[in-house]
């Protein structure tokens, strides 16, 4: 019943990190086992050359302690190559002798990815760190010689050239161009002889170029470093008849594809967005309904976490009923983008939920770290509880998510002034999102009503009326919202008024006295 990390091992832990020299037997078995065609692994001499040259840009994706991804770069003075030059003249054969550290450009040495993750994204979360650490080393662009593999079956009837056009216009896949081109790269030309030893792509390769529009020096860490900003994304949901848990994912999935298209940090569903489910099968009173829902629960956060990781995108999967120690319970899911889990349970569970479902409330409260900053959850009826966001504002929180579900609207405004007054009483943003539509054959969940918002504190750093935005009232759609948590410090310090640094804590204080 705590807010703890799920007790069962997840099925991935992703980790992006800087490679080390204890890494090369991890490395070499990946690297054997990607490119049993092109020589295999790299020997332990160079290896270790790449990390004494430039250890910032030798970068990899580990799960659960096992490399199973890696990017390489080096920072070159591309003027002195230009746009006709080999593998091999550029990279200094790998050894990166060519590495020069007040060059322009971010050059590609190798992206790859185990053959065993792929559809998990794990490419492009490489490229998006490499185009962090272009930003980060103020450098003009990343350029890299891109193979393209599936030319060994068209390069009897296409030229390069040929081939390159039909991949841009997506009448032909390739593995390795398709990607590129999908992560904003642009084709300068073809280079030829690249990577002579490279049969599949007939020794051919493209000039790629990604372009900084942030050419700005700074100083931070060159990843993971501290985020001023964060992107999150609501999910107002449809509550539609579904005769699957299959039917439902595929929903879910479209949503999660669309915001992590948009480079969301966060996603939020709404509470009990699984509702539909229970209208699959009669059931003979309130409380077999919700017991037959929370059968699905496991599946469902199974496979949600999955779309976490596959769409780099963090998730609060709404809320779910759980039968724990044969009781119910209401748990939001957190399922962040490196494969972990964490649960925040319910804490007051409704009048209607107490007698309808014989709904019991949780005993733990705690804020998230993430890789975007610091957030609570707090599901529907316990933001009406002003005491529990003062304890997460207590504890550092920047960002609160309430999932919730109501059927009229004055059950709605109640969710939504409380959560307005969250945010200005704690110096927060807060985001909430419910679900809308209908449910005929569902007692107790037959009409919702909802206008999914995101608030924020007000003063002059903030819009006029503290509405960062808010949605279409009972229609589906998505918001998506940028935070700029830089504004929260300075409200702090700098405010009209100081909540936080006002409260008379000589006075009074909120004690959490619960485990």
């Known amino acids: 019943m705590n807010a703890t990390t799920h007790p069962e091992e997840p099925e991935h832990k992703l980790t992006l990190r800087h490679l080390q020299k204890e890494d090369y037997p991890n490395l070499k078995a990946l690297m054997d086992y990607v490119y049993p065609g092109l020589g295999g692994a790299w020997p332990l001499k160079k290896f270790r050359a790449q990390l004494a040259v430039f250890p910032e840009g030798q970068i990899c994706i580990e799960d659960h302690g096992i490399i199973v991804a890696a990017a390489f770069s080096v920072i070159v003075d591309y003027d002195k190559f230009g746009d006709q030059h080999t593998y091999e003249e550029i990279t200094g054969d790998a050894y990166l002798t060519t590495h020069d550290p007040s060059g322009d450009v971010l050059y590609g040495v190798d992206v790859f990815v185990s053959p065993d993750y792929h559809g998990m994204r794990l490419g492009r979360r490489l490229y998006e760190a490499r185009k962090e650490l272009c930003q980060n080393l103020n450098l003009k662009s990343i350029v890299a010689g891109g193979r393209i593999p599936n030319y060994k079956n068209f390069a009897d009837k296409l030229t390069p050239q040929a081939y390159i056009e039909q991949v841009k216009k997506k009448e032909i896949y390739d593995p390795i161009l398709t990607f590129q081109l999908s992560n904003d790269f642009e084709v300068k030309r073809v280079l030829d002889d690249y990577l002579p030893e490279d049969k599949e792509s ?28 964060a992107r999150i994304g609501c999910v107002q949901w449809q509550m539609r008849s ?28 709404p509470e009990f967005f699984n509702a539909p489910l229970m209208g699959i099968e009669n059931h003979s009173n309130s409380i077999d309904s919700i017991k037959a829902l929370a059968e699905f629960t496991d599946e469902i956060v199974e496979a949600v976490s999955r779309l976490a990781v596959s769409y780099n995108i963090n998730i609060i999967a709404g809320s779910m009923p759980l039968i724990e120690n044969d009781e119910l319970f209401n748990v939001a899911y957190f399922c962040r983008r490196d494969g972990t889990l964490e649960t925040q349970y319910k804490l007051h569970p409704t009048p209607g939920e107490k007698r309808a479902w014989v709904m019991q409330g949780g005993n733990g409260l705690r804020v998230f770290d993430t890789d975007f900053g610091k957030i609570g959850v707090l599901i529907c009826y316990d933001v009406e509880f002003p005491e529990l966001a003062r304890l997460l504002s207590e504890q550092g929180m ?3 998510f309430v999932p919730f579900w109501t059927d009229t609207k004055n059950g709605y405004l109640r969710v939504r002034c409380c959560a307005h007054a969250r945010a200005i009483e704690n110096e927060c943003y807060v985001a909430i ?43 589906e759609m998505t918001l998506i919202v940028d935070l700029d948590l830089e504004k929260l410090n300075k409200l702090q310090n700098e405010g009209s008024v100081r909540n936080f640094l006002d409260r008379r804590r000589d006075l009074y204080k909120v004690e959490w006295i619960g485990e």
């Open 433 to 475: 999102a419910g679900s809308v539509g209908n449910l005929p054959k569902v007692d107790g969940a037959d009409i919702q009503y909802a206008q999914s918002a995101v608030f924020s504190p007000s003063d002059f750093a903030f819009p006029h009326d503290a509405i960062m935005a808010e949605t279409t009232p009972n229609t």
């Open 242 to 269: 579904l005769g699957s848990v299959e039917e439902l994912m595929q929903q879910v999935e479209y949503f999660v594809d669309a915001l992590s298209d948009y480079q969301c940090d966060l996603a939020l569903f």
């Open 202 to 229: 007939r020794g051919y390769a493209t000039l790629l170029e990604w372009h900084n529009l942030y050419y700005d020096p700074r100083k931070a860490p060159l990843i993971g470093a501290p985020r001023t900003t």
């Open 398 to 400: 920047q960002m609160l």
